[in-house]
Every structure is written in structure tokens, then in C-alpha cells.
């Protein structure tokens, strides 16, 4: 199959999804074009399937903001046109769902169709959606589409509840490479960050309020509290940084916390982790926590959202309330005192991930393509 795939090429969940599917499907032999407004973080090195498409727009002095979404469904209709593309599947509802619809009826024009899937991920439906000078346009793309997915069961759940959908939404979670994402020797970089053996936290996110990474400051500083020698590594970088080096500097524990960046090798530092904080105020599936989980690290998450679907309560890790850092902080001492508790945990959070390997939910997406397809061209063809 030719295959359109339309991003966000952010740090985000959503950019890192649609990208790592594209990888998946372009060793299967598919042909898979990458379009959106920047190369995607992870889309590195060379494929002989994989084409990048850069969607350029002008800065008029009449437009205050360019409008990318114009400028997108004209750079789809080359593509699908020039390029064949079998099917466009887009990620993300606004504007990609939007801008697939007008470019679908564009095409129209001429004779020409395309199917179109569109997969949710969060905060599209959950947070952006929701507003009410968005929502009638989003239901509207939502129903339009050809395919629809959500991430996880709460985010279909969501949906249906704040929208009108008419559409049925397949459920095809995000998922791991579980070649990539596992527990490597890391010793030497351990004992450098650790020389005395010292206890490793890690969160990892794009530092919007959302995230909450405030409250991951609060639990590390209730580890401390407990007498327990550790460090603090985050990762990655956003709106909320310097409020949280503010309260990491009012808790006087900067020398325990270290400020990483936006990294590409996350599973090097996951490796190295004894526990992953996810105290997220809004959190439709965790792919950062299920990154954690397949490097074998027990995950510390509160109860939101599609959180629970994937932590299991006692079993990989800990859920707690939104906000509650006190609860957190105890979890976090016990797994953190308790080499037995913590084995256990890193065991079966490697497992659970293990049932999201890639190449499983890859053939759930060719699968839903296949019939995507077969309905639309069954429909279009004469009776």
C-alpha cells in the first residue's frame, strides 16, 4: 500500500505513535509518506520506503496566523494525486481530520477518492476538543472520516461522551519496540550519576502544565525526606520548566535533580531507572509509561484516564489520585526500600508491556486499513 501519514512532529505522544507506526509498516514493505510542517523527532536515518513531505505556507501581512490547515489539504491533494496514496490516515483530529475532509472533497472534483482514517490520541478530544469553538468541527471531521481510532477504551469512552459521533471507533493502543525498549547494561553511566549507590527517579514528558512535573519535585522530595539517597532525572522540556526549577530551588534539592533535555535515547536512561513517575492530570493512554514498562521499570502514575488500562494497581507499579503526593511519596519508599517489591514489579511491568508489542498492533492497523478500503471502494462502486 501507498500510505499518507499526516503529524504533529513533536515530542508528544501522538508525533512519536504515527512516526514509529510509519517505520513499522515501511519494513513491511508498504510505501509510507510522512507529511507535516517539520521532519518528525524520531524519523531518522535513511528508508528506501519511507518519503518526508514538508507542508510550507506563507506569512501574508493579512493573516495575523498563517493558516496551516488550508495549506495542508492543498499539499495532501498533490500528494495523494502525484504519489497514488491507497489511504490517508491522519493523527490527531484538528486540524488533520479537517484538512483530509476538504482535501477529499477537493479530489472529488476531478472523480478522484481516497480513504480516510483518523486516529485520536488525547488531548484533541479530552482538553482542545471539548472548547466550544472547535467541537461542532470536530465532530463533523470525526464523522466524515472513512476509520476512526482512539488509543485506549477511555479515550473511545470520552469521545462518545463529548460528541455527537455517529462513526464506530476501533480500539488499536499505542505500543512498544520491544527490541528497542529494554533493560541494556548501563552500569558505568549508573555509577557516574551514582557513586554510592544512590536510587534513580525518572519522568519524562513535554513540561505542560498538564503533566504536572511539579508534582514529581514533591514526590522526589518525599523520598528524600524518608532518608532514602536518590537522584531525579527529567526528561524533556516545555512551558512548565522553569516553574519547576523554581520549586526544585525553594526544596534546596537542585543538586539532586538534574534537567536533561529532550533526548532521543530514552531507553538508555530508562535503563538505568529504579522507578518512572507519571503524576499526569490527563493522560488518554501513557506511551511514556509503557516506555518505562518495557525497560523493565515499575511505574508510579496517578488513576486518570487510560492510566489504569495500562499500570496495573500492585502489579507493575502504584495508582493514586490525582494531586495526592503524599500517597505517592510512601508508594514510591516502599518500592524504593524493598529490593524484593521492586524485582517483582520490574518483572511484571516487562510483561505487561509485552502486550503491546509493535508488530502486533501493526497488524491491527493493516487489518483496519484492509477494511477501510473494501468499504469505501464498496460503496463507491455501482450497484
Known amino acids: 500500500m501507498n500510505i499518507g501519514i499526516v503529524l504533529y512532529p513533536t515530542y508528544g505522544g501522538s508525533g512519536v505513535v504515527a512516526t514509529e507506526l510509519g517505520k513499522g509498516l515501511a519494513k513491511r514493505g508498504h510505501n509510507v509518506h510522512f507529511i507535516s510542517y517539520a521532519r518528525p523527532m524520531r524519523l531518522d536515518g535513511f528508508h528506501e520506503n ?71 490520541h488525547g488531548t484533541d478530544i479530552t482538553i482542545v476538543g471539548i472548547d466550544p469553538s472547535y467541537a461542532p468541527v470536530v465532530t463533523f471531521s470525526i464523522n466524515k472520516s472513512d476509520g476512526v481510532t482512539a488509543v485506549s477504551e477511555y479515550l473511545r469512552e470520552e469521545t462518545y461522551k463529548h460528541f ?69 532525572l527529567l526528561v524533556g522540556d516545555g512551558p512548565e520548566r522553569q516553574k519547576v526549577e523554581n520549586r526544585c530551588r525553594e526544596l534546596k534539592i537542585c543538586d539532586k535533580v ?24 490527563s493522560e488518554t493512554f501513557g506511551l511514556a509509561a509503557l516506555e518505562a514498562m518495557s525497560c523493565s521499570v515499575p511505574v508510579l502514575s496517578t488513576n486518570i484516564g487510560g492510566l489504569p488500562e495500562l499500570n496495573i494497581h500492585g502489579e507493575t507499579g502504584y495508582l493514586c489520585d490525582l494531586g495526592d503526593t503524599d500517597t505517592m511519596g510512601k508508594y514510591a519508599v516502599s518500592i524504593l526500600s524493598d529490593d524484593g517489591l521492586q524485582k517483582k514489579l520490574s518483572a511484571n511491568a516487562r510483561k505487561r508491556a509485552e502486550q503491546f508489542e509493535l508488530n502486533q498492533v501493526i497488524d491491527h492497523y493493516e487489518s483496519y486499513y484492509k477494511s477501510v478500503i473494501h468499504d469505501v471502494t464498496a460503496s463507491a462502486t455501482p450497484q
Do not use: W
Not at 511539579?214 to 532514602?228: P, Q, R, W, Y
Not at 538534574?258 to 507519571?278: H, V, Y
Open 50 to 120: 519511507i518519503s518526508f513531505h514538508e507542508v510550507s505556507f506563507s506569512a501574508y501581512p493579512l493573516f495575523e496566523y498563517p493558516p496551516y490547515d488550508l495549506a495542508l489539504a492543498s499539499h495532501m491533494v498533490d500528494i495523494i494525486k502525484h504519489q497514488k496514496l491507497d489511504l490517508l490516515h491522519v493523527h490527531y483530529a484538528i486540524p488533520h481530520a479537517t484538512s483530509a475532509y476538504l482535501a477529499k472533497q477537493i479530489l472529488r472534483e476531478s472523480g478522484a477518492s481516497i480513504p480516510v482514517v483518523t486516529t485520536l
Open 258 to 281: 538534574r534537567f536533561l533535555g529532550k533526548q532521543e535515547k530514552i531507553e538508555d536512561i530508562l535503563s538505568i531507572a529504579d522507578l518512572f513517575l507519571i503524576p499526569s492530570g
Open 164 to 232: 455527537d459521533i455517529t462513526k464506530e471507533i476501533e480500539v488499536i493502543p499505542n505500543f512498544i519496540d520491544l527490541k528497542r525498549f529494554r533493560k541494556s547494561e548501563q552500569s558505568h553511566f549508573k555509577k557516574a550519576l551514582c557513586p554510592n549507590g544512590e536510587k534513580v527517579l525518572v519522568h519524562v514528558s513535554n513540561f505542560r502544565e498538564v503533566k504536572r512535573v511539579s508534582d514529581t519535585v514533591e514526590v522526589f522530595h518525599n523520598v528524600l525526606k524518608s532518608g532514602i539517597k536518590a537522584h531525579l
